[in-house]
Every structure is written in structure tokens, then in C-alpha cells.
């Protein structure tokens, strides 16, 4: 869990490359000089007021730290839904998170007080393989409801000794399921590869973490030689962003050097970059350049992105990277919209705050806070076994309102949750879209029955059943 801050990484500065980051950065920044700001005398005596009165009248002992700490989460709880106090279990997080291992289940979940709903189980974790899965929405932990609990307190709850079990109620279908779950240490293997078909990698990336970037290349040279695939296939579906350096070399990776990715609009100076495919961008320092000596082809071959609505944050900015210079066609349902970058500020040695520092935006300028990215080709998933939507980041309370009207296609119906599971197998409509798509009209009748033979069922159409928003659709059938 990461944006409840079950693992938080650092800070962002966008005037200093390696520490440029949408969702969690990579480390907390140097505590900021106090800013000569005029204080609002009236707001301050308030204040001041509450507290005396509190100590002086509370009914019991109150500790002057517990206090304050509560007045810090309300003032950044009032910003956004991704500005919080980050207290000393949060703040230790961040290393832990920067090391890509930390302990829990592994589920990234959003909300409020009122409604928590996963946006994705990471592959592998203890709550994928307990069943758990986007769209779930989560009700109790070890029988304590979460309903008027803070996102802090649901993640302290899940935390615990690896092998301990917890208990997750969660409501599907209007019944209420209770998992006992295993936590574990979990060490982040965020890019896993196979052959979609003949001649087509399929290479999933579950999360942007610090190694994610180098996990790929690594990949992407084993594929090289005379049998180098003739398509690729980057699988972004429930992913739910991380590291935005990990992203910029992600994309880096398929793109030209010096090629746009995104612009990050602040109001600082130091929040307003163009951000291109450039080492500066994502090598951390003393550390070798991750895509040095990447085949060429990787930066020509055909590459179809897939997407669904909780592909989040980095994902987004990836996906939209490649979209708008015309690298790779995006293939799925609308993304979630997370746009915002935030930055972590230590206050203390156990303390700091994490805050809304811009929004970025593609190459050609549009925005992806609360709107999302629209597919070139929508290929939604076949009926899941449960009707509940995915949250989006325009369904957040408190959400950052984008600055530019939906996409036309932005209000076509989204998906039903999906679950990993579902992925390489014939329910599997956007990997097929995708096949068919990046294979030669010539090749495409004997790659597609090869899958038909491999995964069975009716494969996508090959051409246009209808439009939304300008986006092909794509139909397939379990």
C-alpha cells in the first residue's frame, strides 16, 4: 500500500533530476528554510486559543505532541487527497519503500473516511494470491471497520511482523467477505516478461520502484539477437505509478534521447520543468546510466501500451509520453487520472510533510489530473464476476480538479474490476487486441488461431466495432 503511505517514499524537486517523482518520491529533501510569509495573526491566536483551552478543560492528561500532530494532519488533509502529515512510522517508511521491500499484503488502495477501494494488488503479494483485487472495497481490518478511520490508521492496522496474519473485510456484491491474510516481507519484482506470440514480448511492469528501470533493460537485452522480437507489448494495467524517474527511463527506454516526455507546471520555480529523455532525469547519483547500451531496436520496434483504470500516476505519464509522439499505440480503458507530483519535506528528525507541488502534463500539452488517458483502441475486459467500478482520481474526496474539460471520450462506461489473474488468458481482450495489432496483415490468420489454439475462445475483431471519443473499440469474448 503505498499512497496510505504503507511504504512513502522521499521528496521531489524538479530543478534537481533524480529526484523527480509523481506519486512517492525517492528521498526526503533537506528540511526548507522558513518562508518569510506575513502569518495570519487572527488564524494564529485561534489557534492558540484551542490549545490553551484544551489544556486547561480537556477532561484528561493531554500530551502537547499529539496534539500538534493532529493539527498538522488537518491542515494538510484540507489541501488535496494526496497531501498528508507524515508522522515517525510514516517517515520510516520511506526508507523502506526506497529499498523496494517493506512488510504488509501488498494492495495499493484510495479513498476517504468513508469508502477505501483497492486500486490494485501487486502482483504475487499475499492479497493478490488471497484473492483480493481492484475495485474490492475494504471495509474492516481485523474486524475493526474502517469507516471513519484515517488512511494512516488503516495502514498501521495492516503493518505487522511478516508471517502475522490479518483479517480484511471486504464487500463485493452487497455481502462482506472476510480474507485472513499473511504478511510478508515483500521485495518488489516489478517487470515480468514472456512471448505473447511469435515474435511478440510481452513485458508487464506492476509498479514503478528504484530498480523497475533497470529490471527492464535487463530484460530488453535478453531479447536482443537475431530472434529480437518484431513487437513489443508494455503492459501497464493496475499499475499504480511509484517513481517518476523510474518512469522517465521506462520510457526512455522505447524513445529517441531528448525526446519530450512531460512538463510539470508549478507554482515554484523549481516545480516548472520539461522533462526529457535525458540521464540527468532518472540516473541517481554515482549510479551508471541504466539505459546504456540498450539495443537500438528498442527505440523503432512497434509497441502497443496496455491500460486500464488503475494504470495511475507514473504509468500515466509513461503511457502519455508515448502516446503523444506517436511511439505506441495505447490499447484499454481509461486510466485513473492521478496528474499531481508531490513533495516530501522532513519538518523533524520523525516528522514531515507531503504535498501537492504541481501537475504535469503530455508533450502536447494535455492535462491527465482527474481526466485520465483516453486509449487509442478501447478494449474493455470481458464481464468480471463482480459489477463494481474502479475508483478513479476524479472519485476522490478532496481530488485536485483538472484545469481542462474532459477528453470526448472520458465519460464512456469504465470497466468492471479485474484482477491479475484474468491477464494472459483468453478473458484477456486487450492483450489480444494488442497481438492483433502489431502483427503483419500477412502473419495475423495463422498468429491469431495459434492463440486461439493456446488460450482458446473468439479473438478481437480486426477492425472498428464503434468509436468512443475518437478511439477505436475492440471487442473480444470470453
Keep these: 500500500m503505498k499512497r496510505t503511505a504503507l511504504a512513502v517514499s522521499g521528496a521531489?524537486?524538479?530543478?534537481?533530476?533524480?529526484?523527480?517523482?509523481?506519486?512517492?518520491?525517492?528521498?526526503?529533501?533537506?528540511?526548507?528554510?522558513?518562508?518569510?510569509?506575513?502569518?495570519?495573526?487572527?488564524?494564529?491566536?485561534?489557534?492558540?486559543?484551542?490549545?490553551?483551552?484544551?489544556?486547561?478543560?480537556?477532561?484528561?492528561?493531554?500530551?502537547?505532541?499529539?496534539?500538534?500532530?493532529?493539527?498538522?494532519?488537518?491542515?494538510l488533509a484540507a489541501l488535496d487527497a494526496h497531501s498528508r502529515y507524515l508522522d515517525k512510522d510514516a517517515m520510516r517508511d520511506v526508507g523502506r519503500e526506497n529499498s523496494g521491500q517493506y512488510v504488509g499484503i501488498g494492495i495499493e488502495v484510495e479513498g476517504n473516511r468513508d469508502r477505501l477501494r483497492v486500486v490494485a494488488a501487486t502482483e504475487g503479494s499475499p492479497a493478490e494470491r488471497a484473492g483480493i483485487r481492484a475495485g474490492d472495497v475494504i471495509v474492516a481490518v481485523d474486524n475493526a471497520p474502517v469507516s471513519g478511520m484515517s488512511n494512516d490508521?488503516?495502514?498501521?492496522?495492516?503493518?505487522?511482523?511478516?508471517?502475522?496474519?490479518?483479517?480484511?473485510?471486504?464487500?463485493?456484491?452487497?455481502?462482506?467477505?472476510?480474507?485472513?491474510?499473511?504478511?510478508?516481507?515483500?521485495?518488489?519484482?516489478?517487470?515480468?516478461?514472456?512471448?505473447?506470440?511469435p515474435g511478440l514480448a510481452w513485458i508487464r511492469v506492476a509498479e514503478f520502484g528504484g530498480a523497475t528501470a533497470a529490471d527492464l533493460a535487463a530484460a530488453l537485452k535478453k531479447l536482443?539477437?537475431?530472434?529480437?522480437?518484431?513487437?513489443?507489448?508494455?503492459?501497464?494495467?493496475?499499475?499504480?505509478?511509484?517513481?517518476?524517474?523510474?518512469?522517465?527511463?521506462?520510457?526512455?527506454?522505447?524513445?529517441?534521447?531528448?525526446?519530450v516526455l512531460f512538463s510539470a507546471r508549478g507554482r515554484e520555480p523549481g516545480a516548472n520543468a520539461t522533462v526529457t529523455v535525458d540521464a540527468r532525469y532518472y540516473r541517481a547519483p554515482g549510479q551508471p546510466d541504466v539505459l546504456a547500451g540498450l539495443p537500438a531496436w528498442t527505440r523503432t520496434v512497434p509497441l502497443a501500451v496496455l491500460v486500464n483504470g488503475a494504470s495511475a500516476s507514473a504509468a500515466e505519464l509513461?503511457?502519455?509520453?508515448?502516446?503523444?509522439?506517436?511511439?505506441?499505440?495505447?490499447?484499454?480503458?481509461?486510466?485513473?487520472?492521478?496528474?499531481?507530483?508531490?513533495?516530501?519535506?522532513?519538518?523533524?528528525?520523525d516528522s514531515g510533510i507531503k504535498f501537492?507541488?504541481?501537475?504535469?502534463?503530455?508533450?502536447?500539452g494535455h492535462e491527465i489530473q482527474a481526466r485520465g488517458i483516453t486509449p487509442d483502441i478501447v478494449a474493455a475486459p470481458a464481464a468480471a464476476a463482480d459489477d463494481d467500478l474502479l475508483l478513479r482520481e476524479a472519485d476522490l474526496a478532496r481530488h485536485?480538479?483538472?484545469?481542462?474539460?474532459?477528453?470526448?471520450?472520458?465519460?464512456?462506461?469504465?470497466?468492471?474490476?479485474?484482477?491479475?489473474?484474468?491477464?494472459?488468458?483468453r478473458a484477456d481482450t486487450a492483450l489480444r487486441t494488442a497481438v492483433a495489432v502489431l502483427t503483419p496483415e500477412d502473419r495475423r490468420t495463422s498468429t491469431l488461431a495459434g492463440l486461439l489454439r493456446r488460450w482458446g475462445g473468439a479473438l478481437p475483431a480486426g477492425t472498428a466495432a464503434g468509436t468512443a471519443g475518437g478511439s477505436v473499440v475492440a471487442t473480444g469474448a470470453p
Design 12 to 75: 521531489l524537486f524538479l530543478a534537481c533530476a533524480p529526484f523527480v517523482h509523481a506519486t512517492e518520491p525517492e528521498a526526503p529533501a533537506a528540511p526548507a528554510a522558513r518562508p518569510a510569509l506575513k502569518l495570519p495573526q487572527a488564524e494564529v491566536e485561534r489557534l492558540l486559543d484551542a490549545y490553551a483551552m484544551i489544556k486547561r478543560n480537556y477532561v484528561g492528561p493531554t500530551d502537547d505532541r499529539t496534539l500538534f500532530d493532529g493539527a498538522l494532519s488537518g491542515m
Design 356 to 364: 501537492t507541488v504541481a501537475r504535469y502534463f503530455t508533450p502536447d
Design 400 to 425: 485536485l480538479p483538472a484545469t481542462q474539460p474532459p477528453d470526448a471520450g472520458a465519460q464512456a462506461p469504465r470497466e468492471p474490476s479485474e484482477s491479475t489473474r484474468t491477464f494472459g488468458t
Design 318 to 349: 509513461v503511457t502519455g509520453a508515448l502516446q503523444d509522439q506517436h511511439r505506441a499505440t495505447v490499447i484499454g480503458t481509461r486510466t485513473f487520472g492521478k496528474g499531481s507530483i508531490q513533495s516530501v519535506i522532513p519538518l523533524t528528525e
Design 153 to 197: 490508521d488503516v495502514a498501521r492496522r495492516m503493518h505487522g511482523a511478516p508471517g502475522t496474519v490479518v483479517a480484511i473485510g471486504v464487500a463485493r456484491r452487497n455481502k462482506i467477505e472476510t480474507l485472513r491474510i499473511t504478511r510478508a516481507d515483500l521485495h518488489s519484482d516489478t517487470v515480468h516478461v514472456r512471448m505473447a506470440a
Design 224 to 259: 536482443d539477437g537475431k530472434d529480437a522480437p518484431r513487437g513489443l507489448i508494455l503492459d501497464l494495467r493496475n499499475d499504480p505509478g511509484g517513481l517518476v524517474s523510474s518512469g522517465v527511463a521506462v520510457a526512455g527506454a522505447f524513445l529517441q534521447p531528448g525526446t
